[in-house]
């Protein structure tokens, strides 16, 4: 194998010789057309997806390859990954299948949805690690583990083979495009360390140049923008970790160099956590699809796009590792995303009828009360309460705002991002 940061350039030829090594195990994915976003956009936009792989995501086929490509020495002395989840169900995967000893090491943040399928996946070849506060954290302590037991790292992003096996997406789908007719004008790639993009964008500026590639990164986590704004790779102090598939401080050394020297090919932006929540809502509602947050990353950056009218716009479903417990949050996520739901410290005076005052004078008729909590008094003549609201429409909120500030109970609006609204509402 490579090393991580060895750069070599990653030519379509590369990726076509592994998606013939690993097509007799892992079996290509749909790329089906979706009406709904199609009308909504006025364009075609299919899906590719990579949520419905034996293990949910994308990630078999990098982590698949590399270990496919391990000499038999190095087989011998087995693996050791990191992951936020879903490359180690990969590494999983391919540990059990070719029967290979494996340390897969996940940071705590990661749901328990994917710890069980890790170990479903691997079976009694897999040890599971959880350890570190994030990915970063726990790839540090899988590289000591590698280099103090002589096992090989198999990196979810920053190697190689990795790169190459994820572009085997790329070509799937322009041969599944070549199938029906059409020819590929722009794809929509999820971004996290960038082992997805680097892949995609290696095959397409060989095979197809002229198609616009745009990589979104969570608005928590934009790694590699800030890299692209350094002119190198760069550690960020800080990520929102809520999209954990794509929740990386660092893009990979490897994966920067391919982007970097195809950036006239390449679009980046990032998604809101708010607005990947929505998207995710209505791919269950509409679509049935189970995505996770970053499988649904792609498909949030289709508002940020403008498009000629018919473009063939493929949006990459990179997984569907989600845990149903999250569904509450996301549901959260998204409402105030939206504007449909709001947060107020409400100060009620101490004296009989002030709530049904509230109810009658301040509340609309369509808006709803989906907290009341009261806190701690701070004296006897008022008392505190956090009250969430909401609303049937976000234009429904300055008419609510105009009511509260009328009425003599005291209302103070929490807005998300502020210290009060971390402080009280999300801890």
């Known amino acids: ?10 030519h379509a030829s590369d990726i076509q010789v592994a998606q013939a090594h690993i097509s007799a195990v892992i079996a290509p994915t749909p790329l ?3 009406p709904r976003l199609s009308e909504q956009h006025g364009i075609e936009v299919y899906l590719k997806r990579e949520d419905l792989q034996d293990v949910r995501s994308y990630k078999i086929r990098g982590a698949y390859f590399a270990i496919a490509n391990l000499t038999d020495e190095e087989a011998q002395r087995g693996v050791v990954a990191a992951s936020a989840g879903n490359h180690a169900q990969g590494v999983a995967y391919a540990c059990r299948t070719r029967g290979i000893e494996g340390k897969i090491f996940v940071p705590v943040t990661t749901p328990k949805q994917k710890r069980d399928r890790i170990l479903v ?58 199938g029906m007719g059409k020819s590929l004008d722009t794809i929509m790639v999820p971004v996290g360390g960038a082992g997805l993009l680097s892949g995609v964008v290696s095959y397409l500026a060989d095979m197809s140049p002229r198609t616009a590639i ?26 929102d970790t809520f999209v954990d598939g794509a929740s990386v401080k660092r893009t990979g050394d490897l994966n920067y160099r391919i982007v970097e020297e195809n950036q006239g090919r390449i679009h980046l932006l990032s998604a809101e956590e708010g607005a990947v929540c929505s998207e995710m809502l209505e791919l269950y509602q509409n679509e ?3 995505a996770e947050p ?26 569907g590792n989600n845990d149903v417990l999250r569904y509450a949050e996301i549901m959260e996520r998204s409402l105030v995303y939206r504007g449909l739901k709001h947060y107020f410290l409400v100060n009620f005076p101490q004296e009989p009828g002030q709530l049904r005052v509230f109810l009658t004078d301040i509340l609309g008729p369509n808006d709803d009360i989906a907290l009341f909590e009261y ?20 234009t429904d909120l300055e ?20 210290p009060e609204y971390d402080f009280i509402v999300a801890s």
């Open 375 to 394: 806190l701690k008094k701070n004296n006897r003549e008022t008392g505190a309460a956090l009250v969430g609201i909401e609303l049937q429409s976000a």
């Open 214 to 239: 745009v990589g979104i990164e969570p608005a928590g986590a934009a790694s590699l923008q800030a890299a692209i704004a350094n002119g190198s790779p760069v550690t960020l102090t800080d990520v």
């Open 399 to 418: 008419p609510l705002l105009d009511r509260m500030e009328r009425s003599a109970i005291e209302c103070r609006h929490l807005k998300p991002g502020t």
């Open 121 to 178: 996946h691997g079976g009694d070849k897999v040890e599971l690690v959880v350890t570190g506060h994030n990915f970063d954290e726990a790839a540090q302590a899988a590289r000591d583990d590698a280099k103090a037991s002589g096992a090989t790292m198999i990196e979810p992003f920053d190697a190689r083979d990795t790169v190459i096996g994820q572009g085997t997406v790329a070509a799937e789908i322009s041969s599944q495009l070549t």
């Open 294 to 319: 970053a499988g649904a990353l792609s498909v949030a950056g289709l508002d940020e796009m403008k498009f000629a009218p018919g473009s063939v716009v493929v949006c990459i479903i990179s997984g």
């Open 1 to 10: 194998m490579s090393e991580p940061h060895e750069f070599e350039p990653i």
């Open 288 to 290: 049935g699809i189970i």
């Open 32 to 34: 089906q057309y979706c």
